[in-house]
């Protein structure tokens, strides 16, 4: 890969690198590092450039280091499954703010399952459409609309205004 494509790259996918990464993490300061590290990594490999493949491959890489990344927090932290999201009712008189909103919200997406929460972020935040939330992850379109319909149902049942 010479550096005229990988300038290519990196101007071109590492937004959206970061962005599947911050979906998946919620944390935008290590889905920017995870994000660099899939570049360097790519850089690394010295990989011929094809359009298409070379950002699913970012893709790939940057799942893996997200899996990874996971995986030593979890060794290090297992309180981290003790963890459990308190939901208190809104005011009698029905009036809810935004910074409430926005809190339902967010405990909410935490109840979705990584998957859920990817495809449904990708879809509602990047406005990508399930046959390119497919091919960037590398499944079924199939697959995207279950866990798409699957997220819903859970945020409109976790959600309760």
């Known amino acids: 890969m010479t550096h005229k494509e990988f300038k290519f790259c990196f101007e071109n ?40 493949k070379t950002k699913s491959l970012l893709y790939k890489i940057a799942g893996d280091i997200f899996i990874s990344h996971v995986r030593k927090m979890n060794n290090q932290r297992t309180f981290l499954e003790g963890v459990k999201f308190a939901f208190s009712s809104p005011d009698d008189d029905n009036n809810i703010d935004y910074t409430e909103l926005k809190e339902y919200y967010e405990k909410a997406l935490g109840k979705l399952t990584e998957n859920q929460r990817t495809v449904f972020l990708m879809n509602r935040m990047e406005g990508l459409t399930y046959k390119e939330i497919a091919t960037c992850l590398d499944i079924s379109v199939k697959a995207i609309e279950k866990r798409m319909s699957k997220a819903i149902a859970e945020l409109k049942k976790n959600i309760k205004i």
């Open 13 to 52: 996918y590492f937004d959206a690198i970061r962005n599947y990464i911050y979906y998946r993490s919620g944390d935008a300061e290590l889905a920017s590092d995870i994000a660099q590290d899939a570049f360097m990594k790519l850089w690394e490999k010295q990989k011929l450039f094809v359009k298409g």
